[in-house]
């Protein structure tokens, strides 16, 4: 926690810089209490994407009913190692934020995966055609998650990523006593699809461990 403001310090500043200088401690107050994980490695992250969606329906092409049909796929592969030495090259964040008061975790993570894209289509008796590209697709893309998981964050204009709240679970460690355990899961609903009217579950666990460093 922050030193507290000393009163008679406080009380030769005007009234607007004293309110200042007191929502300024507040916040730091905040942010002592709070405990922050960092994926920084070692480690590997892994994301791998193999969609499929196929359209068909019935067009009018000079006034005759016609029918058509496109198929789209989204295929990508990525595996990275990351390190303390490597975080800017690696397309993940995985930040763990441990509130003790609130017992919450706040998850942030994401993993931005360059995908190929590629869509097949034909109407009536016209030519097929083909088309693909390149897109960037992040973990929940195409998903609408249901609150209260439905929060994304994008700091400076920057690719969105997730923000999920999740209980807290702390376990001490038998054969480690100077070490604490900090885990929980969390089951995410979402929807998807035209007028996202399927729905699904994704679940989502975290594990961490901090050292507790005895005073002297």
Not at 53 to 62: D, E, I, M
Not at 175 to 181: A, C, N, R, Y
């Amino acid at each position: 926690m922050p030193k507290p403001l000393d009163p008679k310090v406080l009380a030769r500043f005007p009234p607007l810089e004293r309110q200042q200088m007191e929502d300024g401690w507040r916040e730091r107050a905040e942010e002592a209490r709070i405990r922050r994980f960092f994926g920084v490695g070692p480690g590997i992250g892994v994301m791998r994407v193999n969609d499929y969606l196929v359209r068909t329906g019935a067009g009018v092409g000079c006034g005759v009913p016609e029918p058509f049909k496109d198929v789209r796929t989204w295929t990508g592969h990525h595996q990275a190692e990351f390190s303390p030495n490597k975080r800017a090259d690696v397309p993940m964040r995985f930040t763990v934020e441990v509130d003790h008061e609130k017992k919450t975790a706040t998850l942030f993570f994401d993993f931005g995966l360059d995908v190929k894209y590629t869509l097949d289509s034909q109407s009536g008796k016209e030519e097929p055609q083909h088309m693909e590209n390149q897109q960037t697709m992040g973990i929940f893309s195409f998903l609408k998650l249901q609150k209260p998981f439905d929060e994304t964050l994008a700091p400076g204009g920057a690719r969105p990523f997730n923000r999920i709240v999740i209980p807290l679970k702390e376990t001490p460690m038998i054969d480690m006593p100077d070490t604490i355990h900090y885990h929980g899961a969390a089951s995410i609903p979402f929807s998807f699809g035209p007028e996202n009217k399927f729905k699904g579950t994704a679940g989502i666990t975290f594990s961490v461990f901090r050292r507790v460093v005895k005073p002297g």
